[in-house]
């Protein structure tokens, strides 16, 4: 998705916006573009492509020098990336970074031709609103940014520059992030804290419909209406250094080793006595008591986190789960109401799709809880009750250690919830957790195992065109994870199917030769997933089977056993997860793709 940033202050302005830029890079973009007061007039610097190819440009045609200015990294929606769609846009006096999109930029382009503004250069929505916001402009930008604000439908982050107001940034919100950092004699805006660390820790939250103004080295805040604002200033608790790749080649595969500590620094807070405690997010032996249904609604790698989290829950607690899509969840009228709890897990709690869903439940009885990683997202802010994972950021798009969070905090969920229905004891209660307090250690032991094996066998999967994930019960729910970091990485095409189903359809596409990869970590439907490895194997496939290392599996059964740590049945997951995603990385650097930054994908789709 879109990246913003702005700054004021003694540095040179064009250095730090394309530093910052660099910092939101993994967001996804296609182009980029600043634009910089130089002598009291606005330059404008933007280019299709990655942030290189805008220096370069900026090298041959010149580069703005200057110390007040915005920038912007886009991901295009209205409009194929180019030089002209990429942003800044301007209208005759303001000039706009935009993130977001802006729903009814149509009306407002009609508004603004039938009033004899003709002058569109871009397809985008952005320079609609850069046209209304000089439409409106009579030399006070409150007043014309509270218009605009007026006008305009969607979500967006604005970062604003008015010609006749020289060295000064507006920036104002509503959905998309937008954060305000504060550093000695210098502000900044970006939409993620991680691309102000280098400069400073200290940032604002800036709110819906809230206006930010950069001025002299330092943020002032004020409603539409123009009425100060004092703000609380925060302070980030994650360092430049691990928003780097810290030697390792890739983010993804620095995040796969990262997991130990982020189970680590998730679960131990929430541990107390030896028993899981959730109160500070809000959550009480009381209010877990008068659950009657769950549902789990998510995107991505963050709905499959649902998926194990339904087995284990219902399993434990004996409370109904259903897990959603988000996208399918917001507009199939679901039944909920009163005694139901609508989980929202994401990692970025700024995903459209979950936002939305989050806010149609806020509407019924149902009671909310967010599992997000990122401080202060809007799902965060916006949930009933909050468990934030604490992973650090997540950069690679393909998300590792966030969904190994993610399960860590569906067990403690399960846990706490089943004693507090009574459904497990204490005793049960204290070994389960006392079980997720050891998978630090686990979990590193796995990452080092069972790294050469997966190094060696995704060489054999380069060179095919699809492969099949299988497996049963909890297993089938990690398939479908294991299936999707592939896929989005590898670019191999990828499915994962309930093992018994294999029969029903999907064994036809068996060829020789053809990889399906087994997910057998649950012995007590082991017999039946040998059964079918068996028969894909005896139709050609080349078979791959991840079991635990005592697994009664002879070495025969398989064309490639991956075996890890056998712990139990129920945390398998956790451990299984591994070498899946192991797999996938291995298999995307042997084929050369861009591991960190796979085509099409944005880290976090903040748009529908
Ligand atoms: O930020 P979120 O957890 O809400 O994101 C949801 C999905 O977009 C995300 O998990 C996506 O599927 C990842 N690229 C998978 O690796």
């Known amino acids: 998705m879109c990246g913003i940033v702005g700054y004021v202050g003694p540095r040179d302005c064009t250095d730090v916006l394309i530093s910052a830029l660099a910092k939101l890079e993994y967001r996804g973009y296609d182009s980029a573009g600043i634009a910089v007061f130089e002598n009291g007039k606005i330059e404008v610097a933007k280019s299709k492509g990655r942030l290189s190819d805008l220096v370069e440009k900026m090298e041959k045609e010149g580069k703005p020098q200057g110390h007040a200015g915005i920038g912007h990294t886009r991901w295009a929606t209205h409009g194929e990336p180019s030089d002209i769609n990429s942003h800044p846009h301007s209208g005759r006096r303001v000039t706009i970074v935009h993130n977001g999109i802006i729903e009814n930029y149509k009306q407002i382009k009609q508004f603004l031709i039938d009033n004899e503004r003709t002058e569109f250069l871009s397809d985008t929505d952005t320079e609609v609103v850069a046209q209304l916001l000089d439409f409106y402009y009579n030399g006070d930008p409150i007043r014309a940014i509270r218009r605009t604000l007026h006008e305009v439908r969607g979500s967006f982050a604005l970062g604003i520059v008015f010609a006749d107001r020289p060295e000064t940034i507006y920036a104002v919100r509503r959905e998309s992030p937008l954060i305000v950092g504060q550093g000695k004699g210098e502000a900044f805006i970006a939409s993620d804290v991680p691309a102000i660390l280098k400069y400073t820790k200290d940032y604002y939250l800036l709110e819906h419909n809230e206006i930010v103004i950069l001025k002299n080295g330092s943020a002032s805040f004020c409603t539409m209406h123009g009425r100060v604002i004092d703000k609380e200033l925060k302070t980030a608790d994650w360092d430049e250094d691990s928003a780097e790749k810290g030697g390792y080649p890739h983010f993804m595969i620095k995040e796969i080793h990262e997991q130990p500590t982020a189970v680590k620094m998730t679960v131990t807070p929430r541990i107390e006595d030896g028993l899981p405690d959730l109160s500070e997010c809000g959550i009480t032996p009381e209010t877990l008591k008068d659950i009657n249904n769950v549902f789990i609604v998510a995107c991505g790698t963050a709905m499959h986190a649902g998926m194990v989290g339904k087995y284990v829950i219902e399993k434990l607690a004996r409370v ?160 479908m994870e294991g299936s999707l970091k592939l896929k989005e990485i590898s670019y191999i095409h990828s499915e994962s199917y309930a093992a018994g189903e294999l029969k029903h359809g999907t064994i036809s596409l068996i060829t020789e030769g053809m990889p399906v990869i087994a997910v057998a970590t649950q012995n007590t439907l082991l017999e039946k997933t040998i059964s079918n490895i068996e028969e894909v194997k005896a139709r050609g496939a080349m078979t791959v089977v991840i079991c635990d290392e005592e697994a009664d599996i002879g070495e025969e059964a398989a064309d490639y056993l991956i075996r890890i740590p056998k712990i139990a049945e129920m945390l398998m997951p956790m451990v299984a997860t591994v070498p899946m995603q192991l797999l996938a990385y291995y298999t995307s650097v042997n084929k050369g793709n861009d591991v960190d930054r796979p085509r099409n994908l944005a880290k976090s789709v903040t748009v529908e």
């Open 320 to 479: 109904s789960v259903t897990v959603d899509i988000a996208s399918e969840f917001r507009y199939r009228n679901p039944l909920i109401g009163k005694g139901d709890l609508v989980i929202i897990i994401s990692q970025s709690g700024e995903t459209a799709d979950s936002k939305a869903v989050l806010r149609l439940v806020k509407e019924t009885e149902a009671k909310t809880l967010a599992i997000v990683n990122v401080k202060g997202s809007s799902i965060a802010r916006e949930a009933d009750m909050v468990i934030y994972t604490h992973a650090g950021p997540e950069i690679a798009v393909a998300s590792t250690k966030a969904y190994m969070v993610q399960l860590a905090v569906m067990y403690l969920f399960a846990f706490e919830l089943a004693y507090a229905k009574g459904r497990i004891d204490e005793a049960k209660c204290r070994d389960l957790t006392d079980q997720l307090i050891k998978m630090p250690a686990i979990i590193e032991k796995t990452v080092n195992s069972v790294v050469d094996d997966c190094q060696y066998i995704s060489t054999k999967l380069i060179s095919t065109s699809s492969l099949l994930y299988i497996g049963r019960g909890l297993d089938y729910a990690l398939s």
